[in-house]
């Protein structure tokens, strides 16, 4: 990792991994594998150790991890159980600041995606197991209003448009299909992203969107954390 002080990602980054579109094989990243660990973890890594203060002044619970593997870094090897082609890497890269008592990735997160085309950050909870989704069901039916005033913070509408995630058709077993904010509860992911373009992420500008992001999206965080019993 660098000693400098980061302030934004360079070009480099974006340039490798437009590259590793047109040459998705073994050989070739192989071959330019020093590359990568230069032009893609190094510089991520800073990120992660950058962005590591002003999360904990958001929340001192959720853990930036600046480590190539087992950190906060997600591999650029893809996973083949949920890869829909036969070509080995993810043409993009991407960070996750899991909350400190996670036992895996389907926990409280912040999540920043740097790819070819866009970036997406912001944070919420992917598809949880049952318990832990029963749980954030059960806190939106039996704190209504603590739900809206989630749903209706100024920051979190203005940035993001609003809470994001798959939903079931039907309401889920043991909730009345007339309970209030019934759409909500038939999610099966809560979260809450907001997409610009890799300019962004090489600008001036791009630490202080981080921090402004994630400060928007802590109030959904913090709902969850409340459901699970986790600190916030």
């Known amino acids: 990792m660098s000693t400098a002080k980061f302030k934004h990602f360079d070009p480099s980054l974006f340039r490798f991994l437009e590259e590793l579109r047109y040459n998705n094989n073994k050989e070739w990243f192989t071959e330019n594998k020093p590359r990568y660990k230069t032009d893609v973890v190094a510089p991520m890594l800073d990120f992660i150790v950058a962005i590591s203060g002003p999360l904990a002044d ?28 036969d070509t080995p890497y993810k043409e993009h890269t991407a960070c996750r600041f899991l909350h400190s008592a996670a036992k895996d990735v389907h926990t409280p997160a912040f999540y920043v995606h740097l790819g070819i085309e ?24 039996e704190k209504p209003q603590e739900w809206q005033k989630v749903c209706n913070d100024k920051q979190l509408v203005k940035i993001f448009g609003g809470i994001s995630g798959e939903g079931l058709k039907r309401p889920p077993r043991g909730f009345d299909a007339d309970l209030p904010f019934i759409e909500d509860i038939k999610r099966k992911s809560f979260f809450a992203m907001k997409t610009s373009t890799p300019e962004m992420a090489m600008s001036k500008t791009w630490m202080n969107e981080v921090k402004k992001t994630f400060t928007a999206v802590s109030p959904l965080l913090s709902f969850i954390c409340k459901a699970i019993d986790r600190p916030f």
């Open 118 to 141: 866009e970036v997406i950050y912001g944070g919420g909870i992917w598809a949880p197991d049952s318990e832990t989704l029963y749980a954030i069901r059960d806190r939106i039916r």
């Open 58 to 85: 958001i929340s001192p619970h959720f853990l930036a991890i600046p480590k190539a593997h087992g950190g906060s870094l997600f591999r650029i090897y893809k996973d083949a159980r949920f890869s829909k082609d």
